[in-house]
C-alpha cells in the first residue's frame, strides 16, 4: 500500500531537527521511502510502501514523543478530504460554553466537573447535559450573548482550516453537544456551510432549565457525518472528523481521517491521529495542502 507520513511542528528549525529522526524511524519500520515533500515551515510528508501504517506511525511517534511534533499516517488514496466535520466545544472553540455559562449563573466549578467526566466518557452524555443545564436554570437569556463576547474564542487554525476546504471544493460542517445558540454564531465565525446543536428551552427572558428532546449527543453525532456524506455525495473515506471528548468517539472511528484534538484518553487511543502540540491548520498538512494554499479567513 502507498502511504504517506505528514509530520506537522511549529517551525522550521524543529522541521530540519525532526525530518532525520523521522526518516530514520519509517526506514527501522522496514519501509522503502520514495519520496520526501516540504509542505511548509512547519510541515512535511514522507511517502512510502508498507503493508501495516499503523506500525510506522508507531515507530514515528515514539521517536518523535519528544519533539513538539504531531504526526499522521495514512493512505495517499483519498487523503483529500471532501466533508469536514468538527466538534464545538474545547475542539473548534477553545471552552466548553456550558462551563462558561455556569459561571454567569455561578456554578461554573460544579457544572465544570460533570462536563469533565462526560467527556471522559465516565457519565452518560444525555444525562449529564440535563443536569447541567437544570443547574443554570434562570440564567437572563443576555447573558447567553455576554458568554459569547466575552469568552468563546476560535482556536488558532480554525478559520484557515475551514476556508481552505471549503475554497477547494469541500463541505464543513460544525456539530456540538452544546448548543445551537453557539454553534449558529461559532459557525458563522469561522466560515462552517451548516451546524447542529442542542436547543435551550427559555420563557422569552431566561433559560427553564430544560433542552429540547432528543439530545444530539454521541449517537446523533455518527448520524450526522453519515447523512452529511451521503447528502453531499462522498463516500466515509472522503471525510475528515475532529473532536475531544466520549461523544465524538462514534463519529471519529467512522470517518475516513478521525483526529482527536487535546483529546480525553477514551478518544486519543481510538483516532487514526492525534493532534497535541500544533493548531488546526496542521489538518490541512495531513490532507496534502502546502502552506501556500492556505485560505485566510
Sequence with gaps: MRIVLTVV?????????????????????????????????????????HDDPTIVR????????????DV???????????????DMDSTIVGCECLDEMADFAGVKREVAQITERAMR????????LRERVAMIAGLPLHDLQRCYDERVKLNPGARTLVATMAANGARCVL??????FFTSRVAHAAGFHAHWGNKLIDDGEALT?????????????????????????????????????????????AAGLGVAYRAKPVLAGQADARLNKN?????????GYGADRFVTG
Design 175 to 180: 456539530v456540538s453537544g452544546g448548543f445551537e
Design 9 to 49: 511542528v511549529p517551525d522550521y528549525d524543529t522541521l530540519q531537527n525532526v525530518l532525520p529522526q523521522t526518516l530514520e524511524a519509517v526506514a527501522g519500520a522496514g519501509s522503502a521511502i520514495e519520496d520526501t515533500d516540504i509542505l511548509g515551515d512547519g510541515a512535511f510528508d514522507i511517502f512510502f510502501d
Design 58 to 69: 508507531a515507530k514515528a511517534e515514539s521517536a518523535l514523543e519528544r519533539e513538539p511534533a
Design 209 to 253: 432549565g430544560r433542552v429540547v428532546e432528543p439530545i444530539l449527543g454521541r449517537d446523533a453525532k455518527l448520524s450526522t457525518l453519515r447523512a452529511e456524506a451521503a447528502g453531499f455525495g462522498a463516500s466515509m473515506a472522503d471525510t475528515l472528523a475532529i473532536g475531544d471528548g466520549a461523544n465524538d468517539v462514534d463519529m471519529i472511528t
Design 72 to 86: 499522521c499516517v495514512q493512505l495517499v488514496e483519498h487523503r483529500r478530504k471532501r466533508l469536514l466535520i468538527a
Design 279 to 287: 493548531d488546526l491548520t496542521s489538518l490541512l498538512y495531513f490532507q
Design 121 to 128: 466518557g465516565e457519565l452518560n452524555f444525555e444525562d449529564a
